[in-house]
């Protein structure tokens, strides 16, 4: 079913048992991003150190692919050094773009090859997202 | 025995494609919009194609017949809602209806303005197009805005109504039928209370006026506003309902060419109601559009539009009560309710339940709805809703009933 | 060698009906609003045949759907007139793109608001859409409304342009081509003189987008409206363009549902441009309506038209230098003018000389045109305006100098 | 042709050579109407006396229908007593009113009924009643 190339027992897994979640007490820095459209909402605490991503916490509500996607990107981007974060990032980014067309780059992306199938779907696009665009507005705020 | 209304499904083309999956469409999302007759369609095509040009301005027979059509759509309209054609205004929206009567209430010229330390009262359960015109107002006028709460039943909670529409009132500001709950809410009992201080009752007719019969000399509210879009007419073009000794007493909330009396290079006067709120080149193939809707929805008669709703209704609340994971939001009885119900399913946001039940074919609507301090309230971070018109059908509860099962297998949901 | 575009006429399913007499329409009317090819008469028809739902709400197909025709026509609509599609609104008409800026200007939340002792500097030729919201702003602020006035000639008296444009000069609202004399304005000349103060500046392009290529980036001007109902478009749609970075200044017009970041029963938050500024559902089908329009003008190409509606003007001009009762109101000659013409017949009443030209099937708007100020500063009770679009030929010049040499023969004028 | 059921020659004669134009300096009351989507204006003085219409005269520029209407009025009016002057008045609206199914009654509206054709031309129907309206205000306000 089309249904399944959506919700990946990859995405599945996440939206269950979320990696990251729960607010760290640190951060350099706490962003919030909200949907207006559907309501999903994320807070992110970023710790940054000597250009590396040291640490992702969030909290949030959502849907299951917004809180998935958000969970495989904390655990993707920590400890990687920022360029090579952005990296990741804008591969998310272009994956989300892609209209089913591209299965992703497993070696950058890993688990977020699993939300290819979402590319199919305009409206969950956001959702995937959300937690992505958190991070990069934060990340962004740290470095400048 | 509710009146057999299949039959008119056909008349509606929008049901001859298929959707996600290869599956018939099942519309339940008419809370946000409805589907269009091809007689509407035609309508406004046959405007542009027989009679298009500028109303109330040429001095030829084009110009001639499309005010008449433009003008004989507002007796129409204003028929349907047994109000005379001079209080008929056409606007936008409803939204753009409720803008214009907030912004012509806090124009300090108005024959009736909002001034400090007024009230202006709304409910809980607002949509934000009858919420936040009416926090602008405040926050410009200096006047204060309280609202009536709800019950943990969806319905409004009028135990402190005394409290909350008191002397200081100047509108109250309410919806007819909650676009979330369904809530069908009494009106006689909000106007007598507003009557009593000497308050204007406006009311949100969007999830009324395509449901059930709207007479706005019956209900004794002093303004109404309503979609066309919702009422199976074109997207593009709402009403203003107002008695017209109000009317006359409000400055116009947008100004342009033909709602003039006259014009100087230093000022201008108004045209009378309901011209003077009609600024520029009206939206004329979409109040004829309009028009054939109301005809449409008359010929197959109100009360009996409403019955089939109550019936659907009726089935698939039976239904959700059947189900375990299911919560409704709202009304549990069909006492004073409409065709809109919200549902939560245990363990699976909204928008998940929404995709799956589009892989099925069914369009429902998943969200806040443009209540999200009702959400709050509610500590809901949304609902997934099903609205019903004219065209659905009971097969389309059961398809509901059935996809939403298939949505508890899908996420394992168990309880 | 103008372009022949006598085959396009057929487009437009209007002229296959007769009217007065029996006559074959003669169009001169396209000023007031334009006539409809039947590709956005399907194309509205088709949205509400095949994807009508409410965009970016719904999880379903439909929504989606809906919610990309009705972007992409955002998109196209930008590109015809050389914008980004984020600074792209779409209102219902000009003249509530106009409104919903001197609104803005008006809230004291905006990031640029107009203030006491602030001037906004409009023209003696503005249509009332272009006037009386900017009355009403310097009204509600006490900001001071001034104007460049015009010439003998029908132009725009710039001589002392560097004193009515001045450094208390906060927006410059000006037409682009006069809707009674046809004159294009040196826009150019405005940008520069505003430029030099830091003022805004408004273009009311409702003349020029319909007739002539318009591209915001080259014209250099800050904020433009025009309305789809006379670019071929449907009714009930309008744009409101202005640069991104003025309009996230700006706080909105209207409030509702699909504008909002976030509510709460004390306040809201907004959603970014162009979001912000539509609340409510929108005039989805005649956005896509609107797209389809600039589509079939771009297939064109509207040097062509400009070029063909030169060409009749001139013919026109021409034509009435050889009557002695007739003046033309506006530029003789052919430079920076476009192709509409107002004249008087002498001893004839412009509603005269209409209607014996609607005897004979030509449409013609007879009056003020919605500028009654100019009217009066060029001591006339109104004239008598011929304009033209793609549809009209040589012909239906020669048709209209034979019918207007009856009106003086009707009504035995003499010189 | 159609145009000549509603240019009568009554009428054209009454645009050229209007009774009554030139407003008197006497009067009971002035009034002025006009008709904003064409721009056609009436001023129009009233003397009444012992209920009887004794003087109408008027200034104004609009349409030959328009000017002419409120010649016809003038005459027709002036010496009638109140109540017979509304009985005309109304004849006159029930007439512009009638979609050219109506002649008019000739003994009670005399050059009046040389307008019935313009009851078939909906937009000119305000140009004709201009004259008669401002009448019906100025002498309602002077009776009441
Ligand atoms: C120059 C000009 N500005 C503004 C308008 C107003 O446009 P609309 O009536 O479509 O809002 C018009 C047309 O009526 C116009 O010609
Ligand atoms: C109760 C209610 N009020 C107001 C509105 C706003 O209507 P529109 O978006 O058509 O202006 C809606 C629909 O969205 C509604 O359901």
Redesign the interface.
């Known amino acids: 079913m089309e249904l399944d190339s959506l919700y990946q027992e990859v995405i599945l897994d996440h939206y269950r048992t979320p990696l990251n979640k729960g607010l760290s007490s640190e951060k350099d820095i706490q962003v919030h991003h909200n949907n207006p459209s559907c309501g999903d909402e994320v807070t992110l605490n970023l710790t940054m150190k000597d250009g590396f991503v040291k640490q992702i916490t969030w909290d949030g509500v959502g849907c299951s692919i917004s809180m998935a996607s958000t969970s495989v990107m904390s655990d993707l981007l920590s400890g990687k050094e920022y360029q090579q974060a952005m990296k990741v990032l804008e591969a998310f980014v272009e994956l989300m773009q892609s209209k089913g067309q591209s299965k992703g780059d497993e070696e950058l992306l890993e688990d977020g090859v699993a939300f290819a199938g979402v590319s199919k779907f305009p409206a969950r696009i956001k959702c995937a997202l959300l937690g992505w665009m958190a991070f990069k507005d934060a990340s962004t705020q740290v470095m400048a | 025995m509710s009146a057999d209304l299949s039959v008119y499904k056909k008349d509606f083309?929008?049901f001859s494609?298929s959707?996600?999956?290869g599956n018939p469409?099942i519309?339940l999302?008419s809370g946000?919009?409805s589907?269009?007759p091809e007689v509407?369609?035609q309508a406004?095509?046959d405007f542009?194609?027989?009679?298009?040009?500028?109303v109330?301005?040429?001095?030829?027979?084009?110009?001639?017949e499309a005010?008449?059509a433009y003008e004989s759509a507002r007796e129409n309209v204003a028929r349907f809602i047994g109000a005379a054609s001079s209080e008929v205004i056409f606007t936008?929206?409803?939204?753009?209806s409720?803008?214009f009567l907030?912004?012509s209430f806090g124009n300090p010229d108005s024959g009736i303005a909002v001034k400090p330390g007024d009230e202006i009262v709304v409910t809980?359960m607002e949509?934000?197009?009858n919420?936040?015109?009416w926090?602008?107002l405040a926050?410009r006028t200096g006047a204060k805005?309280t609202?009536l709460s709800i019950t943990a039943g969806g319905r409004l909670d009028l135990s402190n109504i005394d409290q909350v529409i008191n002397s200081k009132t100047k509108i109250v500001a309410i919806t007819h039928q909650s676009n979330v709950f369904g809530t069908v809410v009494p009106i006689d009992l909000i106007v007598k209370a507003a009557r009593n201080v000497g308050a204007l009752v406006v009311l949100d007719a969007c999830q009324s006026v395509p449901h059930f019969a709207v007479n706005v000399k019956q209900l004794g509210v002093d303004f109404l506003a309503f979609?066309g879009?919702k009422v199976l007419g074109?997207?593009?073009?709402g009403v203003l309902w107002g008695k017209s000794e109000l009317l006359e007493k409000l400055e116009p909330a947008?100004?342009?060419?033909?709602m003039?009396?006259?014009?100087?290079?230093?000022?201008?006067t108004w045209?009378q109601t309901p011209r003077k709120f009609e600024?520029?080149?009206?939206?004329?193939?979409?109040a004829v559009g309009l028009s054939a809707a109301v005809d449409y929805l008359t010929k197959i008669g109100m009360p009996n539009l409403a019955q089939h709703e109550h019936k659907l209704t009726e089935e698939l609340l039976a239904g959700f009560k059947e189900m375990k994971e299911v919560t409704v939001v709202g009304p549990l009885d069909m006492k004073d309710r409409g065709g809109v119900v919200s549902f939560t399913v245990d363990g699976v946001?909204?928008?998940?339940v929404?995709?799956?039940?589009?892989?099925y074919g069914?369009?429902?609507?998943?969200?806040?709805h443009?209540a999200?301090?009702l959400?709050?309230k509610l500590n809901l971070?949304?609902t997934t809703r099903a609205s019903f018109h004219l065209y659905n059908s009971s097969e389309d509860v059961s398809s509901l009933l059935k996809a939403v099962e298939k949505v508890t297998q899908?996420?394992k949901v168990s309880k």
């Open positions: 083309p929008i494609r959707v996600r999956g469409l519309y999302d946000a919009t589907q269009k509407v369609i406004e095509a542009y194609r027989t009679k298009n040009a500028a109330h301005r040429g001095a030829h027979l084009l110009a001639e005010s008449d936008k929206s409803a939204t753009e409720l803008n907030a912004t809980e949509h934000h197009a919420l936040s015109p926090q602008q926050k805005l609202w979609s879009h074109p997207t593009g073009i947008i100004f342009g060419g033909s003039v009396d006259s014009v100087t290079m230093d000022g201008a045209a600024a520029g080149v009206p939206n004329m193939a979409q946001h909204p928008h998940d929404g995709q799956v039940l589009d892989q069914i369009a429902v609507r998943t969200g806040h443009c999200w301090p959400m709050k971070v949304g899908y996420f």
